[in-house]
T-cell receptor, first 113, second 113 residues
Framework: KQEVTQIPAALSVPEGENLVLNCSFTDSAIYNLQWFRQDPGKGLTSLLLIQSSQREQTSGRLNASLDKSSGRSTLYIAASQPGDSATYLCAVRHSSNTGKLIFGQGTTLQVKP | EAGVVQSPRYKIIEKKQPVAFWCNPISGHNTLYWYLQNLGQGPELLIRYENEEAVDDSQLPKDRFSAERLKGVDSTLKIQPAELGDSAVYLC???????????FGPGTRLLVL
């Protein structure tokens, strides 16, 4: 059974700092991995999607990497801003299932001005 | 383009009462998902529809939960009777295919007293 773990559960940093969020998964047979952002009281917004054949994806100040063999992904946020404060969730899609996403519990980020 | 619409946004009921949640997916999206998100946790899939057919409902507690997607567009998720442990956020998502990016609605926050 696939399990997804995110560490740390919460993180507080000063504005301008570069930071890394971690995601680990137990079954390396994944189809892709996705990072989402969730603001309080709102739904999830997709940030980056990495296919199993890819090593990383970049969007603006965000960079996500994937190491299937070790079952790990990281989300790098450069020059953090207060507007980055949210909960970040990673989710994996198994290579043989029907599209089901398995989510981690999320990392709640606070960027202080 | 309008996103996924859910209503109500908030619902407070007493235990043993019935409750229903409604979801309108993005136009043209054939795949619809209902997720349950407990506080501090990532979403967990309850049911997935391909058009009007429920193709993955293995995680739906069928003794009290039911769902329907008439005409392959809008969907309703029902709980009867509600229990205290059902207090959570119920998220609806849609995609153009089961391996495509999922777009989430804002969710319905349920509190059972």
């Amino acid at each position: 059974k696939q399990e997804v773990t995110q560490i740390p559960a919460a993180l507080s940093v000063p504005e301008g700092e570069n930071l890394v969020l971690n995601c680990s998964f137990t079954d390396s047979a994944i189809y892709n991995l996705q990072w989402f952002r969730q603001d309080p009281g709102k739904g999830l917004t997709s940030l980056l999607l990495i296919q199993s054949s890819q090593r990383e994806q970049t969007s603006g100040r965000l960079n996500a990497s994937l190491d299937k063999s070790s079952g790990r992904s990281t989300l790098y946020i450069a020059a953090s801003q207060p507007g980055d404060s949210a909960t970040y969730l990673c989710a994996v899609r198994h290579s043989s299932n029907t599209g089901k996403l398995i989510f981690g519990q999320g990392t709640t980020l606070q960027v202080k001005p | 383009e309008a996103g996924v619409v859910q209503s109500p946004r908030y619902k407070i009921i007493e235990k043993k009462q019935p409750v229903a949640f409604w979801c309108n997916p993005i136009s043209g999206h054939n795949t619809l998902y209902w997720y349950l998100q407990n506080l501090g946790q990532g979403p967990e899939l309850l049911i997935r529809y391909e058009n009007e057919e429920a193709v993955d409902d293995s995680q739906l507690p069928k003794d009290r939960f039911s769902a329907e997607r008439l005409k392959g567009v809008d969907s309703t998720l029902k709980i009867q009777p509600a229990e205290l442990g059902d207090s959570a956020v119920y998220l609806c998502a849609s995609s153009s295919g089961f391996l495509e990016t999922q777009y989430f609605g804002p969710g319905t926050r349920l509190l059972v007293l």
